[in-house]
């Protein structure tokens, strides 16, 4: 039976309900994290982890990471939201894809990109204390959600820190984050971030 996992993390929020829990949260940019930080502000205290050696060229990181701030300082939410660089690592991406060049998109190579990223997070996560990890990939309708909450629940046990389940796509999510974009202005790419997927023009 396929999971649910927008009522996974609904049993998570009711159980957390009399606290507000730190949570660090992957993103990719500006547009597909909107809805995602305006649903879960309300419930926790998020720092974004902006983890995305994936993205070239560096000049477009550097655009998604200039509008993923630019939302932070704009966007209205319940409890503040926070943001944590990683250092930009377009290598060790490159090395993760070797052999993978010519996988299809949401094949093998974006897979090993989930886990790239999400590992990352789980281990700043837990460096740090906080009482859950995450990501707002989930809110594409291009993005695998069961692979990516399979993936999460993998590092969950490897690095004994809870993840938060999540199918953003769920409730409108992705329909809600394309309203934000528009009533924030912000840069919609057009490719998902690697430079396979711009070659196989695969939006976001």
Do not use: W
């Amino acid at each position: 039976m396929k999971i649910n996992y927008q009522i996974k993390l609904e049993e998570i929020i009711e159980q957390e309900k009399d606290k507000t829990p730190k949570l660090l949260l992957h993103t990719c940019c500006a547009p597909c994290s909107s809805y995602v930080l305006e649903y879960l502000s309300t419930f926790f205290n998020i720092t974004i982890l902006y983890y995305n050696p994936n993205i070239s060229p560096y000049e477009e990181y550097l655009k998604r990471l200039s509008e993923q701030k630019r939302l932070i300082t704009e966007l209205e939410t319940k409890n503040p939201v926070r943001l944590l660089e990683s250092d930009y690592d377009n290598d060790k991406f490159e090395m993760m894809a070797s052999g993978l060049e010519n996988e299809p998109e949401r094949g093998a190579r974006c897979l090993k990109c989930y886990r790239l990223r999400l590992e990352q997070t789980a281990k700043v996560a837990k460096e740090n204390g906080f009482d859950y990890f995450g990501t707002s990939l989930s809110v594409s309708p291009y993005k695998n959600s069961e692979a990516l909450n399979q993936i999460g629940e993998d590092l969950s046990s490897k690095y004994n820190i809870p993840y938060l389940y999540a199918d953003f796509k769920k409730r409108e999510g992705y329909k809600r984050s394309i309203e934000l974009s528009r009533q924030y202005n912000l840069y919609r790419q057009d490719y998902c971030g690697c430079k396979y997927s711009k070659k196989k023009d695969i939006n976001e």
